[in-house]
T-cell receptor
């Protein structure tokens, strides 16, 4: 059974204080690992897809990395507008073409001014 | 604008009633999905569809039904058999084929049982 565990559950940082969010996964063959941002009462917004160990992707203050067992979302010099819940999800190669993603419970990030 | 439109945003259901949540996409995606989100839990897959007139159960399909009569539409009915329907419902879509297919989400619908 595919599993995704995100840590910490919640994280409070000061503006400008860099940190990392962790996503550990167990999957029977990884087709892709996805990061989403979700604001309260909204649908998840796509951030990154990572396909293989060693891959990295960046967008503004965010950088996602992938190993064979986990992914990190690094946040550099965050601003209050980066406050959100960050979701990690995996798609297994053993699944069908559209059998969806397995999600973690998310990390609730608060950036204080 | 291209995207996924869910309606209504807020819906209240009385005990014993069926309700239908609408989902329309103009991204020309083949696959569509319905997820349920509860506080403190990850998103869970209810149903998905890869092609018109075909759909498959996800992890928590009991008490729900769907149809896919048009490529762009994938409505979800929450039946009276669903014992705990109060939740945030998310519709999503993606292309098929290739590497991991990015799934894009709508803005969600809140369903509350009163």
């Amino acid at each position: 059974e595919d599993q995704v565990t995100q840590s910490p559950e919640a994280l409070r940082l000061q503006e400008g204080e860099s940190s990392s969010l962790n996503c550990s996964y167990t999957v029977s063959g990884l087709r892709g690992l996805f990061w989403y941002r979700q604001d309260p009462g909204k649908g998840p917004e796509f951030l990154f897809t990572l396909y293989s160990a060693g891959e990295e992707k960046e967008k503004e203050r965010l950088k996602a990395t992938l190993t064979k067992k986990e992914s990190f979302l690094h946040i550099t010099a965050p601003k209050p507008e980066d406050s959100a819940t960050y979701l990690c999800a995996v798609q297994a190669s053993s699944g069908g073409g559209a059998d969806g993603l397995t999600f973690g419970k998310g990390t609730h990030l608060i950036i204080q001014p | 604008d291209g995207g996924i439109t869910q309606s209504p945003k807020y819906l209240f259901r009385k005990e014993g009633q069926n309700v239908t949540l609408s989902c329309e996409q103009n991204l020309n995606h083949d696959a569509m999905y319905w997820y349920r989100q509860d506080p403190g839990q990850g998103l869970r897959l209810i149903y998905y569809s890869q092609i018109v007139n075909d759909f498959q159960k996800g992890d928590i399909a009991e008490g729900y039904s769907v149809s896919r009569e048009k490529k762009e539409s994938f409505p979800l009915t929450v039946t009276s058999a669903q014992k705990n329907p109060t939740a945030f419902y998310l519709c999503a879509s993606s292309i098929l084929g290739g590497l991991g297919n990015t799934i894009y989400f709508g803005e969600g619908s809140w369903l509350t049982v009163v």
